[in-house]
């Protein structure tokens, strides 16, 4: 089992900055992928940003690029979103997520989940 919680959520004006924080507990972390998710209200859950196992791979989906970045800190157990230039479209929960395989990082087939963070940017 692997417990993930969020953190750094916020109300920031458009253009602002944010940094979320994803800290793990249980099972070897290092094992497993990280991602980013987000919910917008009457939206389906997307992928945002996921991180390899050790740190070295990052993918992240076309409307963050450039504004988001993904890292990870496996001595705090910690995988973390900065998150610059915010738009009030970036506005939703936001979730972090582990899985063992790369391949399914964008899919919202994740082994663990978080409870999620709310971000609200404001016009």
């Known amino acids: 089992q692997v417990q993930l919680v969020e953190s750094g959520g916020g109300l920031v004006q458009a253009g602002g900055s944010l940094r979320l924080s994803c800290a793990a507990s249980?099972?070897?972390?290092?094992?497993?992928?990280v991602g980013w998710f987000r919910q917008a209200p009457g939206k389906e859950r997307e992928f945002v940003a996921a991180v390899s196992w050790g740190g070295t791979r990052t993918y992240y989906v076309d409307s963050v690029k450039g504004r988001f970045t993904i890292s990870r800190d496996n001595a705090k157990n910690t995988v973390y979103l900065q998150m610059n230039s915010l738009k009030p479209e970036d506005t939703a929960l936001y979730y972090c997520?582990?899985?063992?395989?790369?391949?399914?990082?964008?899919?919202?087939?994740?082994?663990?989940w978080g409870q999620g963070t709310q971000v609200t940017v404001s016009s």
């Open positions: 997520a582990a899985v063992m395989s790369w391949s399914r990082i964008t899919r919202d087939e994740y082994d663990y």
């Open positions: 249980g099972r070897t972390f290092s094992d497993y992928a």
